[in-house]
């Protein structure tokens, strides 16, 4: 009897590893293939939130999203060079004044045989401004299309929304103003197609599986095991099919760097970008692989809340601001991986013909910096607020969007340079993100760390964030007339140069009269992958995913 | 009453010149060896035991770096030296440099302060409690057990993280015992589960019946007979626990609630050093090399006390 | 007997009532914004709509009420906030099933070879077998979970290229992983193991069969095994619950979409259905256990009786 149970208490754990065997080996690895076999493994650093273009918005679903679906235009590398191609959109033309835009659609067909029409667009651009969806991603295109506000606030209905299907292959987009830098959000997923009657279908569970997804792009989800793995293959019913050279896309999803660092070390996955100067210098030394360094255009910087005690004075911002020695931080925190900051509007946001924007205006805080010395400017500010001489009595409460151990170091070095530098006490802070969002969000912080992505290729995307209206975002509490209305022009100024002067303008501002953000460093991406693989985009803004990417091998 | 009388009668027969006064034997009662109680008894045969008087001292080695390490290394254990970064151990550094150029020597016998406390504290606050809970469960069984067992089983099925989450919240501190309280809040649960499941098995022992129709108070029954017997198991139990509580001190950081920085401890230093260990592979082995002597050295010493104190092998 | 189970699950119900009340009052009570994985500030519209939709916008104790109400009537758990269209039902049950093969397989091994060590250990007390696996114990609780699993992957993987880094779908994907999980558990039965069987070895009962003549195998055999692994029992309770809410590091070395992802992140994303999910999956599953075992104690035990 005894020795029965204990049999089947065995019996029993077996199998329930053993029915579990069953349930969970659906996906398949990859790895090994032909020598010529068109196939790329890679991998996402975490499983997207969804795949639907109008709730999802994180970047690993963006990475899916890219290369299954159509947008309207793609940027795409030629030469070293970015170019707007025609992608589900064959032309596009605004009127006299630039406010109107009519973009002409190609023949396209979804995975499903059924033709693409203006009316997917339609329903994509109106569908995420509709406050009923929910999406995040309204601030792409609300600004810009006419009533784009007011429908997601609510004032009025999508029917107003000025955007028109004119007929089965032509979309007309009604804009508030002439926006020169429009193109740029043609590709956004704020203006994807998406079929209404599958998303109709599935409701709320659209984009959350395999089964609920259509695509008209490059390729087709093949299978989507979550948290595990994303396999794409080649979409035979795509436009553009013979310019398509892979039959296959692995993306694993791996989480932990070194794990993907080993996978890519044994060939397991093709491409892995490094985030350690170690890695990099073994990577370095490996045969066969090719290196590839890009400035992001990200930021990782501080910011002031300009309603606290102490951060409402300006000088005391600034002293902050230019205490810390970008050169020590890029070399000690990121072991020159990354780029020390003095702008605020990053590397590798161009400005339409005339490329880079920062090597057209200089970083604002470069001057400053050699100038005004952080200390007296700190007794300066603590004058002004009547709080003594000595900045041993400063406590400043510094919060960190994450308790990773990473976070933790970081912090440590800054609370130890700015005892160093200024002599003030520095609380750190370490909050989980969704902590963290609400404490910013709410005003409930003196100076926090965080990193911004652009949105979309122009400086706008990045210098917008601070005026009045879009305070928001960053939530500094600081808004300057000056500033407004610098942005107001440059958002109407179709010249390119002059455009390029009034952003100038407005960065000068935000750093003389508000310092409300202190840029540490510019972000630099470097990835390898191995030299079989052709045709990777090398910039992070460009949109044609793996559209054009083969596999080449000797 | 005739037998009675009987027995009278004949004893007086005896004459009274047959007994003889030969007074008082004093030594009568004494016992046949010296008198030691429970707790000394314990202590020598401690000291009989080499291995574990070893481990004593590698304890005391421990606890003497960890008061004067960071003055004997010249270092202050944060201070950040941009070039000498991620240095292996050298004369200057005897443990090298983590990645911010700091020493390590410093900082591990820094850290240890903190470790040593937790790890310590941590484990006995536990196994006290959970022994003393799993203890009465035991004993009193039926519904005061059901109720007692029910509330471990509640305590353990609440997500840890949100508990340490809330604490964190409510006292708005971050000292050392906000910590403790945190890892020891539901620490002991197991403990008591542990005990309760040997005690069951002790409850029906002969001398346990015997103390309780002489009627012996019940916690003087737990804490006399029962959880002396169990004490083996505890010994382990503290032993195991006290590497876990230095690791859930680095995990407790990881949520924002382990000790703050600059300071900091084992478990922080191990997994700080995680994400590089394989090209600094010291960064990783001085505070684990601590860890485990810490851990070594408590359980060869919890060995020789959990023989020294099983009154099953007392002689 | 079965009035014994029948009261227990009785009390299974009652307990998990408790936790599930409690957890959803305290997850409710942490500071967070569910919404905040969408990195921006949303629209106050959007906001509210989202709100309105995951019944956010209503106190905490309707909210309550509601899920209750779902979850009795209906067994529903809702769907996720943070991954939006997921029904936690269905993710539970997926990535149980896969947390439960290398988790499962861990810990069948690491009692398997821990109780073997054990006996081994006790048998030979003061000798260099229990000095090995005393050492092996130690190693196994001090060497962090994640340099182990890093080391071996290092090393089988990227060195020997004899398995998989990571991925998930064929038995190699599981070799390490059970490797690295069943470390902890070794340590921790050879521990315990070998700490009982010196216990038993003194009582009474082993003397007497001793003095009796019975031969030390037959008496190990006989009496120490059993007697030793009764306490030990006590541990597969958390161990087998462990499985599926302690795997984290591993499953995310070893790119395992199990359920320990969603355990740790539901928390930290503030995905209150997912928390709650997580919540009663495992404390369904750790009662129910903690039943198992005590019904196996009690039958196998005769010193414990049950009314």
Partial sequence: ?554 | ?315 | MAKFIVKRIGYMLVTLFIVVTATFFLMHSIPGDPLAHMARNLPEQTRENYYEKYGLDKSTSEQYLIFMKNLVTKGDLGESLRYPGREVTDTLLTNASVSAQPGGLALLAGIAIGILLGIVAALNKNRWPDYIVMFIAILGITVPVFVLASVLQYFLSVKLMVLPTTGWGSWQNVVLPVIVLSFGTIATYARYVKSNMLDVMGQDYILTAEAKGVSKLNVVKKHVLKNAFLPCMTLLVGQVSGIFTGSFVVEKIFGIPGLGFYYINSINDRDYTMIIGTTVFAAALFVFVQLVVDIAYSIMDPRIRVK
């Fill in chain 2, 1 to 315: 009453m005739m037998v009675n009388h009987d027995v009278t009668d004949r004893m007086e027969n005896i004459p009274d010149e047959k007994f003889t006064i030969i007074g008082i034997d004093k030594d009568a009662e004494a016992p046949t060896r010296p008198r030691v109680g429970y707790w000394r008894d314990a202590w020598r045969r401690l000291k009989e035991n080499k291995v574990a008087f070893a481990a004593l001292i590698i304890l005391l080695i421990l606890v003497f770096f960890i008061i004067f390490g960071p003055a004997i290394s010249g270092y202050e254990f944060e201070q950040i030296d941009a070039d000498a970064i991620n240095k292996g151990p050298s004369a200057e550094h005897w443990f090298g440099t983590d990645d911010l150029g700091r020493d390590l020597f410093a900082r591990v016998w820094q850290a240890g302060r903190v470790s040593i406390i937790i790890g310590i504290l941590g484990a006995v606050i536990a196994s006290v409690v959970g022994s003393i809970y799993g203890g009465i469960a035991a004993y009193f069984g039926g519904a005061v057990d059901d109720i007692m067992m029910r509330i471990v089983e509640v305590l353990l099925s609440i997500p840890y993280l949100i508990i340490v989450i809330l604490i964190s919240v409510i006292t708005d501190s971050k000292s050392l015992g906000t910590m403790l309280v945190a890892l020891t809040l539901t620490g002991w649960c197991g403990i008591a589960r542990l005990v309760r499941g040997q005690m069951l098995q002790l409850k029906s022992q002969e001398y346990v019946l015997a103390a309780n129709a002489l009627g012996v108070a019940p916690i003087k029954i737990i804490l006399k007979h029962m959880i002396p017997n169990t004490i083996g198991m505890i010994i382990v139990a503290i032993t195991f626990d006290i590497p876990g509580y230095i690791f859930s001190e680095a995990f407790l950081s990881y949520v924002g609630l382990g000790i703050q920085p600059p300071s900091t401890s084992w478990g922080a230093l191990a997994s700080a050093a995680q994400q590089n260990f394989m090209f600094y592979p010291y960064q990783l082995m001085f505070p684990a090399l601590m860890i485990a002597l810490t851990m070594l050295s408590f359980t060869l010493l919890g060995d020789g006390l959990r023989d020294a104190l099983d009154p099953k092998l007392r002689k």
């Fill in chain 1, 1 to 554: 009897m005894k020795k029965k149970l204990v049999a089947a208490l065995l019996v029993a754990a077996m199998a329930l590893s053993l029915t579990a065997c069953g349930g969970g080996g659906k996906g398949s690895s990859g790895g090994g293939g032909g020598a010529d076999a068109q196939q790329y493994n890679t991998y996402l650093a975490t499983e997207p939130s969804t795949l639907d273009t109008i709730k999802g918005n994180d970047m690993y679903g963006w990475e899916i999203n890219k290369n299954t679906l159509e947008p309207l235009t793609r940027l795409v590398e030629k030469d070293g060079k970015q170019e707007r191609e025609g992608a589900g959109a064959e032309s596009w033309e605004p009127n006299e004044d630039g406010t109107v835009w009519t973009f002409k659609l190609r023949d396209n067909k979804w995975s499903d045989g059924q033709a693409v029409t203006a009316a997917d667009y339609a329903y994509g651009i109106t569908r995420t401004l509709d406050p009923d969806a929910g999406s995040p991603n309204s601030f792409f295109t609300a600004p810009f299309i006419k009533n784009g506000q007011k429908v997601v606030n609510g004032e009025v209905g999508v029917e107003e929304l000025g955007v028109k299907v004119v007929d089965d292959k032509t979309l007309e987009i009604t804009l508030e103003a002439p926006t020169p830098y429009f193109m740029s959000i043609t590709d956004t997923r704020a203006c994807y197609p998406v079929r209404q009657d599958i998303a109709e279908k599935y409701g709320e569970t659209y984009g959350s599986e395999l089964e609920s997804l259509i695509f008209n792009g490059p390729f087709k989800v093949d299978s989507w095991t979550h948290n595990s793995e994303i396999t794409l293959v080649k979409n035979d019913q795509y436009w553009d099919k013979d310019n398509v050279k892979l039959d296959k896309v692995n993306f694993a999803i791996v989480t932990d760097s070194n794990a993907r660092y080993n996978s890519f070390e044994s060939g397991a996955l093709d491409t892995s970008s490094v985030g350690e100067q170690e890695w990099v210098d073994r990577f370095d030394k490996k045969e066969g692989v090719e290196r590839v360094d890009t400035h992001q255009p990200a930021m990782r910087f501080d910011f002031f809340n300009v309603n606290d005690e102490l951060f409402k004075n300006l000088n005391i911002r600034k002293a902050f601001t230019l205490a810390v020695d970008r050169e020590d931080m890029a070399k000690t925190i990121y072991q020159d991986l990354h780029v020390p900051a003095y702008w605020w509007v990053p590397q590798a946001i161009s400005t339409g013909e005339n490329g880079e924007y920062r090597d057209q205006v200089p970083g604002p805080l470069e001057k400053m910096a050699k100038e005004e010395d952080p200390k007296e400017l700190l007794l300066k500010g603590m004058e002004e607020l009547g709080l003594g001489s000595d900045p041993s009595t400063i406590n400043v409460k510094y919060s960190l969007s994450a308790t990773t151990q990473w976070a933790r170091n970081y912090g440590e070095y800054v609370q130890q340079k700015y005892k160093e530098i200024l002599g003030v006490n520095i609380e750190l802070d370490f909050n989980e993100w969704s902590t963290f969002q609400q404490k910013t969000n709410g005003g409930e912080y003196q100076m926090a760390n965080m990193v911004w992505t652009t949105d979309y290729d122009d400086p706008m995307s990045m210098i917008s964030l601070f005026t009045t209206e879009n305070a928001g975002n960053i939530p500094t509490n600081w808004s300057n007339e000056k500033f407004d209305e610098l942005i107001a022009q440059a958002s109407r100024e179709m010249d390119e140069t002059k455009r390029v002067e009034l952003y100038g303008q407005a960065e000068q501002v935000l750093f003389e009269e508000g310092c409300n953000i202190c840029p540490l460093v510019n972000e630099r991406k470097i990835s390898f992958h191995y030299d079989y693989v052709k045709n990777l985009n090398e910039r992070e803004t460009s949109t044609s995913g793996l559209k054009y990417v083969y596999i080449e091998k000797k």
